[in-house]
């Protein structure tokens, strides 16, 4: 080795050594990590502090070689095979990408020198061609064909070794169970490798309903596909939904690979397998910067998250004379983005009251740049996630910024904490209001009651009560709700009948006539029927049906507000949860007083002595269905309206006290649990003739 050592070998052997010393810890470090990261799903650290740990190794390497162990995590790829799944043998090593340190124009720029160097090119030679594609922040699979059919899909594991996946790769749509086109299925084998990720907006759903059924929520998609695809349970793992592009080859027999890897790229979307099209073949370093920065400029738009570009060599022939080095190709580098996740001091906790009256806690964070902007604040969504993340005031915390998404606090740095700090408690009155604050029995979100007192809530109120199906108030849409409210114009429900042409033709953008417009339909919204009202009202958990139901049930508002909730359950289709709800509304008497405000304004309706009963015939009475799927001519919306009008009512989730499921094309999940439980399913033709059948004795 020409490479001597710097220190003495007697100082270099000694125990007290500080560079041997931390590239020790370094080492232990990274291992500590990469197995929560690969093997455990479940990372304690953000990816760029990571990347700094393993950059600050690899330094400390190469000025001091004789610490390059070959253990090293910079030596090898990093990743084991989990219990439970079969270890694969990879007959072509999966390799990790080398990280351009640079993330700024110098990145691309010391790629392009060090081909050209490596492939020995002058000055006057030609421009290197690359193809240029986005790094996909999933997890890398390979996926083996033979004669056309997928016989095999293995995650990355170690590179060598991987976990055989195949079961819960099977499910993702968008992977071909066989490759199109004769060469393709001519081939003995033809390994795809590529990656799975989760779309952003599938991720946000999916956390969503953990968040709603108080279960873990993941902190970054790439955790989410990684966990669902190594998942034991092929059942568990279909419930996730789940991506996949295809970006290269493992090992290939019996097919001609063509002359570019963009080439490459074009006929493996021949074959039917995913492929973004968001890639390019450029020349030398100025085609590289520029993708660089075309692609940063749209990271936001995307519907899934990139952590940077990828550039390759885009000859296979320089491929193969660039050959590899032991954990990464030559030909290939990674050239990142600022991250989106970052670590940063939480200062405070505060509690914002949204549009709906749903009480957020929000972190107030030390400034961090983070997904390429700074941000201060992120949510921290609801009470129990906060609990279950264990982030106090004080704390270490990680923020996550991705696309459009709010920030958010996915987690904490763990350490001991310099002194004891209270748990945080939500509010027991709004901050805004000072209405009391309600959380739905077993859900996880708290609300402000004072609905449409709250001043919070006021624009989506007036919204709501303009709205079609409520006192229906043409003209006042989005826009003038915000001109009204911010100009101090209307501060209650009521002020909207008192609101003068004058004042409403003196706002920008309104001529005279739509002001005139406007007043005509607030004098015309005056006239209406008790159930818009109560639907108007925006009480939660009351709809339109359950208005009308409430309307047709008392006939006379002041019986309804007398109610107790014992009286309120009479009502067809009310159940423990609506009654509550309705009774502690009008327990409120600011809300009394808002009702009271628009009667004195003109708002009337005719009253009955609430026994008018129930039209038609109704085969469904007592009867809970569940559609699924969709239906060969009536849209969702009608099925439900007519099994409503039969006096049945829908449900979103299958359960033993279904009655019935109505499935129709691609029906899913909701299909499989009904026939898990034994239920009766039936077709439209099925719920058709239900429909006509004589009425149901209850
Ligand atoms: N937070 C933690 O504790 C922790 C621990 C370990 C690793 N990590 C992170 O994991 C990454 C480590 O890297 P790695 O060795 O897995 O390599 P890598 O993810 O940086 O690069 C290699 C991988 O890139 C993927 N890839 C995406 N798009 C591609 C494309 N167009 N062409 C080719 N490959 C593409 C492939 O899956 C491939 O395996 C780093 O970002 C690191 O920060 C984080
Ligand atoms: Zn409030």
Redesign the pocket.
Not at 43 to 51: L, R, S
Not at 133 to 141: P, V
Not at 306 to 310: K, M
């Given at each position: 080795m020409s490479t001597q050592p710097l220190f003495p070998p007697v100082q270099a052997e000694a125990p007290m050594d500080p560079a041997r010393q931390r590239a020790q810890a370094l080492r232990e470090a990274?291992h500590h990590?990469?197995h929560?990261?690969?093997v455990l799903d479940a990372?304690?650290?953000?990816?760029?502090?990571?990347?700094q740990l393993?950059q600050e190794l690899q330094a400390l390497e190469a000025a001091h070689p004789v610490l390059r162990t070959p253990d090293s995590p910079t030596q090898r790829?990093?990743?084991a095979v989990l219990d439970g799944f079969a270890p694969v043998r990879h007959a072509v090593p999966?390799?990790?990408?080398r990280?351009e340190t640079d993330t700024t124009a110098g990145g691309a720029q010391a790629f392009d020198a060090r081909i050209r160097r490596e492939l020995e090119l002058g000055e006057g030679a030609e421009d290197v061609q690359y193809s240029t594609?986005?790094?996909?922040?999933?997890?890398?699979?390979n996926l083996r064909y033979e004669f056309g059919r997928l016989v095999q899909a293995a995650t990355?594991g170690d590179g060598e070794t991987g976990e055989d996946v195949t079961q819960n790769i099977r499910g993702i749509g968008q992977i071909p169970l066989r490759l199109q086109g004769a060469d393709a299925q001519a081939a003995a084998v033809i390994e795809v490798?590529?990656?799975v990720y989760m779309r952003r907006d599938d991720f946000e759903r999916l956390n969503e309903r953990q968040r709603q059924a108080g279960d873990k929520t993941f902190v970054n998609p790439r955790n989410a596909a990684a966990g669902a695809v190594r998942q034991l349970d092929p059942a568990l793992s279909r419930k996730r939904p789940l991506s996949f592009?295809a970006?290269?080859l493992g090992d290939v027999q019996g097919w001609t690979l063509p002359p570019t890897h963009a080439q490459v790229l074009d006929a493996l979307h021949a074959m039917g397998l995913p492929v973004?099209q968001e890639?390019a073949v450029v020349a030398g370093a100025e085609g590289l910067l520029s993708f660089h920065q075309r692609v940063g400029a749209q990271r936001d738009a995307l519907p899934f998250d990139?952590?940077?570009?990828?550039y390759?060599v885009n000859r296979l022939d320089l491929q193969r004379r660039l050959g590899f080095v032991t954990?990464?190709p030559r030909w290939?580098v990674?050239h990142?983005y600022p991250a989106q996740?970052m670590v940063t001091v939480l200062n405070t906790i505060e509690v914002q009251v949204g549009r709906t009256g749903k009480l957020t806690p929000v972190a107030k964070l030390e400034p961090v740049f983070v997904g390429g902007t700074t941000v201060s604040n992120a949510t921290l969504h609801n009470v129990f996630e906060l609990r279950r993340k264990g982030v106090r005031v004080g704390d270490q915390v990680i923020v996550r910024r991705a696309g459009d998404v709010i920030p958010e606090v996915v987690g904490r740095i763990p350490g001991a904490r310099a002194q004891y700090v209270p748990n945080f408690h939500m509010p027991r009155s709004c901050p805004v209001c000072d209405s009391a604050v309600v959380r739905e029995r077993g859900g996880m979100d708290h609300r402000c009651s004072g609905g449409i007192y709250c001043p919070a809530q006021r624009k989506q109120a007036l919204l709501h009560f303009a709205s079609r199906r409520a006192m229906d108030i043409e003209g006042l849409g989005d826009k003038l709700v915000d001109q009204l409210v911010d100009g101090g114009l209307v501060t209650s429900l009521a002020g909207l009948y008192s609101l003068q042409l004058a004042q409403l033709a003196g706002l920008e953008r309104m001529a005279e006539k739509s002001a005139q417009n406007l007043i005509d339909a607030l004098e015309r919204s005056k006239a209406t029927t008790l159930g818009r009202f109560l639907f108007a009202l925006g009480v939660r958990q009351v709809g339109e049906t359950t208005a009308k139901d409430l309307a047709r049930h008392f006939g006379q508002l002041d019986a309804l507000m007398a109610a107790d909730e014992a009286q309120l359950l009479a009502v067809r289709d009310v159940g423990p949860i609506v009654a509550r709800s309705i009774h502690a509304f009008f327990a409120q008497p600011h809300n009394r007083e808002v009702v009271a405000q628009l009667r004195e304004a003109g708002v009337s309706w005719a009253e009955s002595d609430g026994t008018q009963k129930d039209a038609g015939p109704q085969p469904l009475v007592g009867k809970t269905l569940v559609l699924t799927g969709t239906l060969p001519t009536l849209g969702r919306d009608e099925a439900k309206a007519l099994i409503e009008a039969a006096g049945g009512k829908v449900s979103g989730s299958v359960s033993k006290k279904t009655h019935f499921v109505v499935a129709g094309e691609a029906a899913g999940s909701k299909l499989d649990k009904a026939q898990e439980l034994g239920l009766t399913v039936l077709d439209e033709a099925g719920l058709l003739a239900l429909l006509q059948s004589p009425p149901a004795v209850t």
């Open positions: 990274l990590h990469a929560r990261y690969y990372p304690e650290i953000t990816d760029a502090q990571y990347d393993f790829v990093l990743g999966m390799l990790s990408i990280t594609e986005l790094k996909f922040d999933g997890l890398a699979i990355r490798r590529g990656e592009f970006y290269g973004c890639r990139i952590d940077g570009v990828v390759k954990r990464e290939a990674a990142k996740e």
